[in-house]
């Protein structure tokens, strides 16, 4: 009997160790679970199961148990619902951690793999704001859906110590989860029009292009809770507006432009620091630095004011602000060895005593903290050379771009917007648009209040 006990525990162990050398290990940071591969998939859950019950409707499978706590994989639920009514049931799932003493609750019947716990499609109702980011500007897209993705994730800590954390993604939709939406003067949008305003965003830019790329997802930017607590009104475009701007007006341009004001010379300068070591008040411990001459710098020399000019090395007539830019371009002719106090914090707990808890003597510890100081070595420039960018009589001027004209369609109009599909309108040809997902956007471009 004893030695049966024994070599079955020792069998434990080398499944124990087999395991461990045949599951990898999963680095800190988020890892959804659909990303992963099946190995990986596996470690993700080693210590959970997936358990599902059938349900009557969505009301009897929330987004979270809330009275859950919060880092626990079992306070979500996930809700599968039947593809034909009336022939299939719904299904609301949970992890639980697969211990002897857990149990599982009513009606749960246990999975044979966690994948009906790390994803479900919900239902959302026709009041909730789906608010879409893009990849430039600000601007959020709001509209309606249907149902949502969402996926399960692991969040590994940093710190060993702590436990992983699990959550659900952000919503994950598709086009043909649309419902519509409301425009910003309070037209409702039908979900064809908004399908087709969404394939629009991709050719601008503003949307990445879902549809041929399989890594790419159209999700909403806030959790199904933060989405029901969201009062804010819901609209598809902020307004009907474009701010447009000429091309040739916000093309970036640094040039060489007559000043006055300027550093009388524009032979390169010289200047190179002096290295001096003392020793530090840590014992043995050297602390060196570099010192410069007064001036070590020429661009202190420089006293040049902003100027109105055009362009000189285009065609374009248009007057435009320049601002003052660095005059001289440093380079480093050589580099100094610098010494300098490494700080190391240091910590060793110890016992310092015992107390008496019942009829038991347990100890007492306290932590001895310090900091140890050893010597480091940085690599630092002791001679610059500085060569001035524009010959004397000019300076050099970074071209500020000047604001944009907000248009709104309508005849008779300064601007005349194009319409170029689905609630999308452009500016005219030579022009380019400020506005957050518009055709043609340059970042450049820029109205005050449209």
């Not at 107390?355 to 007492?364: A, D, E, F, P, Y």
């Not at 932590?367 to 524009?390: L, N």
């Given at each position: 009997m004893c030695f049966g006990l024994v070599s079955a525990v020792r069998l434990d162990g080398q499944l124990d160790d087999l395991a461990a050398e045949i599951l990898p290990e999963l680095t800190p940071g988020l890892h959804f679970y659909f990303r992963e591969s099946q190995l990986f998939q596996e470690k993700m859950v080693e210590n959970l199961v997936c358990y599902c019950k059938q349900v009557a409707d969505i009301s009897e499978c929330p987004y979270l148990k809330e009275e859950k706590h919060s880092r626990q994989p079992d306070r979500m639920r996930w809700f599968h619902g039947n593809l034909a009514e009336g022939k299939k049931p719904h299904y609301c799932c949970k992890l639980e951690k697969n211990a002897w003493y857990n149990r599982a609750g009513w009606g749960y019947q246990r999975q044979a793999t966690a994948k009906l716990c790390m994803m479900e499609v919900r239902p959302v109702s026709e009041d909730m704001c789906c608010r879409q980011p893009g990849y430039h500007g600000k601007e959020t897209i709001g509209l309606h859906l249907k149902q949502v993705t969402i996926q399960g994730y692991q969040q590994i800590p940093h710190w060993t110590w702590h436990d992983p954390d699990y959550g659900k993604s952000y919503p994950i939709y598709t086009l043909s989860d649309i419902r519509g939406a409301t425009d910003f003067d309070g037209t409702p949008i039908s979900a064809e029009q908004v399908r087709e305003f969404f394939l629009n965003k991709v050719k601008s830019g503003f949307l990445k292009d879902f549809e041929k790329d399989d890594s790419?997802?159209?999700?909403?930017?806030?959790?199904?809770?933060?989405?029901?607590?969201?009062?804010?009104?819901?609209?598809?475009?902020?307004?009907?507006?474009?701010?447009?701007?000429?091309?040739?007006?916000?093309?970036?341009?640094?040039?060489?432009?007559?000043?006055?004001?300027?550093?009388?010379?524009?032979?390169?300068?010289?200047?190179?620091?002096?290295?001096?070591?003392?020793?530090?008040?840590?014992?043995?411990?050297?602390?060196?630095?570099?010192?410069?001459?007064?001036?070590?710098?020429?661009?202190?020399?420089?006293?040049?004011?902003?100027?109105?000019?055009?362009?000189?090395?285009?065609?374009?007539?248009?007057?435009?602000?320049?601002?003052?830019?660095?005059?001289?371009?440093?380079?480093?002719?050589?580099?100094?060895?610098?010494?300098?106090?490494?700080?190391?914090?240091?910590?060793?707990?110890?016992?310092?005593?015992?107390?008496?808890?019942?009829?038991?003597?347990?100890?007492?510890?306290?932590?001895?903290?310090?900091?140890?100081?050893?010597?480091?070595?940085?690599?630092?420039?002791?001679?610059?050379?500085?060569?001035?960018?524009?010959?004397?009589?000019?300076?050099?001027?970074?071209?500020?771009?000047?604001?944009?004209?907000?248009?709104?369609?309508?005849a008779g109009k300064e601007l005349q917007l194009q319409k170029v599909g689905s609630l999308t309108m452009q500016c005219p040809e030579g022009y380019v648009s400020g506005t957050a997902g518009g055709m043609k956007f340059n970042p450049n471009c820029s109205c005050t209040g449209c």
């Open positions: 790419v997802n159209l999700q909403c930017s806030k959790t199904i809770m933060e989405m029901k607590e969201d009062k804010e009104d819901c609209r598809l475009r902020s307004s009907g507006a474009e701010c447009c701007c000429l091309q040739a007006s916000v093309d970036p341009a640094v040039r060489c432009l007559p000043a006055t004001g300027g550093s009388s010379s524009a032979e390169p300068v010289v200047i190179t620091g002096s290295y001096t070591e003392s020793q530090s008040r840590h014992q043995h411990i050297m602390d060196g630095m570099i010192g410069w001459p007064n001036i070590s710098s020429p661009e202190a020399s420089e006293d040049l004011v902003n100027v109105l000019s055009r362009d000189p090395m285009t065609d374009d007539q248009a007057t435009y602000k320049w601002t003052v830019a660095t005059q001289w371009n440093s380079e480093c002719l050589m580099n100094q060895t610098v010494a300098y106090v490494i700080g190391i914090e240091k910590s060793k707990r110890y016992r310092s005593g015992t107390r008496r808890v019942g009829k038991m003597s347990m100890g007492i510890y306290k932590t001895k903290r310090w900091t140890e100081y050893v010597q480091g070595h940085r690599i630092e420039c002791i001679s610059y050379k500085y060569t001035r960018m524009c010959p004397v009589g000019q300076g050099l001027y970074v071209k500020q771009f000047p604001e944009g004209t907000c248009a709104v369609p309508g």
